[in-house]
């Protein structure tokens, strides 16, 4: 039963510690996407890997990292250095970017709440 | 630079009834357009989409409806039935752009 998998679903973290988000897939999804939401706002987002060893920023990259060294994995850390890091994540999936017509698989979202 | 913009943040019908969801958005390039389903602390699951080589996609209920000339889509909903009640994103992507781009959400709540 294929999909993507986002742990742990709460967060908690003191202010000034680096954090790190897991998602593995095992769609086999070449692929891989991290959002944000906060509320009354869209998805914005984070970073995205077309492959493995190769990611690219989104729009509110500032304050985040990430890595895609295996095809299944993509964890996102959210750093001392992003200034609301508060929020719900939420970690997606493509098939071939290429192919236009190819719809996000989405996780189940990881919520973050630093104090 | 908000693109896709969905300028209800909720909407609520009576069960039985059409619901009407509108998205907005400026950017001529996207020409893929797709909307999201998403209950509370769940991820958001595809719901349908269009491309921009059609003005009406339809799937069993739901039915897209794109005024590219507008730069408009809306998703209806017929018959409207409670389970409905979620937040609804559109969605858009451009075909030389590798991201996709959100609307803020609707609310729809279906009143039985």
């Known amino acids: 039963d294929g999909g993507i998998t986002q742990s742990p679903k709460y967060l908690f973290r003191k202010e000034g510690q680096n954090v790190t988000l897991s998602c593995e897939q095992n769609l086999n999804h070449d692929a891989m996407y991290w959002y944000r939401q906060d509320p009354g706002q869209g998805l914005r987002l984070i970073y995205y890997s077309q492959i493995v060893n190769d990611f690219q920023k989104g729009d509110i990259a500032e304050g985040y990292s990430v890595s895609r060294e295996k095809k299944e994995s993509f964890p996102l850390t959210v750093t001392s250095a992003q200034k609301n890091p508060t929020a719900f994540y939420l970690c997606?999936?493509?098939?071939?970017?290429?192919?236009?017509?190819?719809?996000?698989?989405f996780g189940n979202g990881t919520r973050l709440t630093v104090t | 630079d908000q693109q896709v913009k969905q300028n209800s943040p909720s909407l609520s019908v009576q069960e039985g009834r059409i619901s009407i969801l509108n998205c907005d958005y400026t950017n001529s390039m996207f020409d893929y357009f797709l909307w999201y389903k998403k209950y509370p602390a769940e991820g958001p699951t595809f719901l349908i989409s269009?491309?921009?080589?059609?003005d009406k996609n339809e799937d069993g209920r739901f039915t897209v409806f794109l005024n590219k000339s507008a730069k408009h889509l809306s998703l209806h909903i017929v018959p409207s039935q409670p389970g409905d009640s979620a937040v609804y994103f559109c969605?858009?992507?451009?075909?030389?752009?590798?991201?996709?781009?959100f609307g803020a959400g609707t609310r729809l709540t279906v009143k039985p």
């Open positions: 997606a999936s493509s098939p071939d970017t290429e192919v236009l017509n190819s719809p996000l698989h």
């Open positions: 269009i491309s921009s080589i059609k």
């Open positions: 969605a858009a992507r451009s075909y030389n752009n590798n991201d996709m781009r």
